[in-house]
Every structure is written in C-alpha cells, then in structure tokens.
C-alpha cells in the first residue's frame, strides 16, 4: 500500500519520491496500492525485507492483499496513475476477453510446442479483430503466422468475400494453422504464403497490388521492422492500418543499455515512425500493457 500525504505537492513528486514516501509508513491521505515487484531495486529490496513474512507479492503496509498495480502519480503523468499491470489483475482481464472456442483450442495445442510464448495474447487477438470489424475490412496481410493465432482471429472475422494473405517461413508451424483454418471453416479466406514475407510483400507490389489492402499485422524478424513497414505501406490503401506487434520488446526499448539487435531495430523503427508524416500512429501499451506493446499505424 502506497500511502500518499496530501500536504506533499504532487507537482514535483517523481516516482522515486512516491516510492520513499511508500517507506514512511501510514499517514493521512490518497491510498494508493504498489507492488513491491515493480519498484526500483535497491527501495523493492527494502520492502521485500520488510515483508518477508508476509506472502509474496501482497499489499506491504496494511491489509495483506496482493497489490494490483503500480502507481506514480505526479505531472509527468498529467497525474494519471501508471498501471503495471500484475499476474492477477491480468487473469482478471483475460476473463472478460471474448475468446472463441478454436483460438482457445488453438493456444492450448501452441502450449504444447517450442517457441508457444510467440503467439499473440487472447486480448491482443480480440483487438485485432475489432480492428478489422470496425475497418470494414475486406483484404489483410499477416507477416508472422507461427501457429495462425492472429490470423485465425482475424480470419473469424472478416467477411466471406474477405481475403487474408499469411506470411510465415516456417513449414511445421503452418500446417497446424492450416488445420485450425480448415477446422474453424475460414481455409477459403486465408490464402498461405510460405517464404520469406520481404520476399512475398515485394510479390504482391509487382503483381500491382498496391494500396489494394485495408489491414496488416506484423508479427515476424523484428530487424527487419522498418522493411516491412516501407513494404506494407505501399500495400496498405490510405486509410488502412498496419500494426506493429512488440514495439516495446519487453521493456527492452527504454532501456538504453540494451544494445542488441532486435532491440537497436525496433528501437529504431519507434523513434522514425514518430516522425513520420505518412502515418497517423498510436502506440497501445502506455499505461495499462496489451501484449507486449502495439504501434498502430494509418495511412494518411
Ligand atoms: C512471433 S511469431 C508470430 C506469432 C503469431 N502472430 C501468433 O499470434 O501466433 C513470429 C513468426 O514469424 C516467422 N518469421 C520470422 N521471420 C520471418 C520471415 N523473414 N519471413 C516469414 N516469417 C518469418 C517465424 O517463423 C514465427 O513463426
């Protein structure tokens, strides 16, 4: 439990100054809950030292429930509170996700297989898929199909005339897509693309399928984001989406000592979309996590 003292201005708190006043123990004012999981280390020690008789993760100064996020609360954050979102309120949040029958099928098979944490999350899936409804749209593009989560979820959806063209280089994973296509009855809408999707994405724009298709998810090499993007972006009509699956890389992109590839790419990739005018953008995932963060991108 944070405990906040409203004789404190909030104007100039920082985080590290909530999480010092968290240490002070009760006094009047905002209760606010944190998890000790999420505060900086040498003040997350501190707390965890306090409380290790009290079961992991619960509330550090009163009532031994688990806390459900954390928060800051200051200008920077127009005093919003910042939510981490923890493993419990998480599972609340996949309860209210509407998760058809064959995507539950699906993620429970994909659990069973190497490289099964690759797959979108059911809240990611059910976005998507809103996405495609409230677009109208008729014809998509996948890049990065593993077990065909995603793009079942958006196949469910579109309508029968629609077309999905799903990239993915790997043979194994596509043929329990397909079976999950072909079970849930969308094989028709879901025209598979084995190779490499640079490859595939060039195929289309000399077959003169430009700024022919309304929505496209990118889910595959994350070095090779802004490839993609410059590829899609002359598929895409004006007006259409591209959405860029895990632009905040687990967390890694706001770390600058994080210096690797993946991360250098997608990093890259943020920081030039920002600035660019092709686009309107809204990055998903500031303050209460979807997936492991989503840039949505409209063609102007
Ligand atoms: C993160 S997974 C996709 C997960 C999928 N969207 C889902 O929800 O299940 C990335 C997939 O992209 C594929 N991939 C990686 N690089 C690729 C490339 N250059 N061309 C085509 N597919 C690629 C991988 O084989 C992998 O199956």
Redesign the pocket.
Known sequence: LLILSPHLSRRNLLPSTIYSTALLGRTSGRLLHISSSILPARIGRQVRARNSNRLPGSCSFCCGVEASVAVASDDNYGNKQVISVTPRLYDYLLTNVREPEILRELREETATMR?SQ???SPDQAQLLAMLVQILGAEKCI??????????LAIALVLPESGRLVA????AV?LEVAKRYYDRAGVSHKVDVKHG???DVLRSMIQLGETCSYDFAFV???KR?YQEYFELLLQLVRVGGLIVMDNVLWHGKVANPLVMDSKTLSIRNFNRSVMEDKRVSISMVGGRVPIGDGMTICRKL
């Open positions: 490289g690759m797959q979108v996948e890049v990065g199909v593993y077990t065909g989560y995603s793009s990239c993915e280089r790997d994973c490499l999707a640079a889910d595959a090499e090779m």
